[in-house]
């Protein structure tokens, strides 16, 4: 099961080939999936093949880049250049707890990856902001993050650091139809309920006295209510939900498009569901 998440030898070929399906279509591109940073020349030839590509494929309005970090504390002298040209327009980080030995209960990284030491994870951040804003992402659980004294910790600790926002993000909402497997049990019992959580730190004068409102924004799974602190940090509270998600995709209409490790461009998560292409189309 796991060697079909990872991509083939044909991955670029069939990418190059998508792309320019899409020309002249305005497009944002996500990075996500597994963990690219790992595998330093898998990443490199991404970056390459998505830059080479502009001149005839999609119209790039930005970029993003989901990361835990691993590979940027491993390889970054390698990777920093590269996306530094590539020119992302901010990096997403997965952070959930300022205190390494909590995070790493979390994060359960690989024995000797370095991102689990809080100082070259810290040395790592330092170095990745000079490149692109750094959005620090923080998954609200039980005995992690939720409180709002640890909110208002974890948000001094994030700017410190050169954050340019703090989200905490709720584990997603998730529909019947998901098995109640390790995964799912674990998610319910650590749940913590971002609205509750919210309204906590709005009760807080600590809170109140030191943020100033930006904006509630909708999407079509998901909402976040946004503010700004005195050094500039944005921080977010945010809630999505997959049986909003599942069913703005059954209406027909497309709200993304995801070219999986197999090849198949589809307009969602499952690699074998509402595809779009693959490689045996003519074009």
Sequence with gaps: MSASLRPGPAYFSSLRKVLRSLQGVPLSYSLS????????????????????????????EGSVMYTNGAGLAEHGHRLWPALNSFGLSWIEWSRHHD???????????RSGQQIAKQHIFEDAVSETSK?????????????????????????????????????????SALPDSYQMNAT????????????????????DSRFEERHTPI??????????????????CEVVFEKSDYRALHAREASGLIYKLVFHANEHLCSGWQPDENILWTPNDSQ
Excluded at 147 to 171: M, Q
């Design 33 to 60: 999936g597994l963990e690219s940073t790992d595998d330093p020349d898998w990443l490199l030839t991404l970056l390459d093949t998505l830059a080479s590509e502009m001149a005839v494929g999609p119209v790039v």
């Design 99 to 109: 205190k390494e030995e909590v995070n790493n209960k979390i994060m359960r990284f």
């Design 131 to 171: 490149i692109a804003p750094v959005k620090f992402v923080c998954v609200v659980q039980r005995g992690s993050i939720d409180t709002p004294s640890d909110v208002l910790r974890y948000i001094d600790w994030a700017c410190s650091l050169g954050a340019a926002t703090v989200i905490f993000r709720e584990f």
């Design 184 to 203: 799912r049990r674990y998610i319910e019992t650590a749940r913590v309920d971002i609205d509750d959580l919210l309204q906590a730190c709005l009760e």
């Design 215 to 232: 904006a509630l924004t909708k999407g079509y799974y998901f909402w976040n209510a946004r503010w700004r602190n005195a050094n500039q």
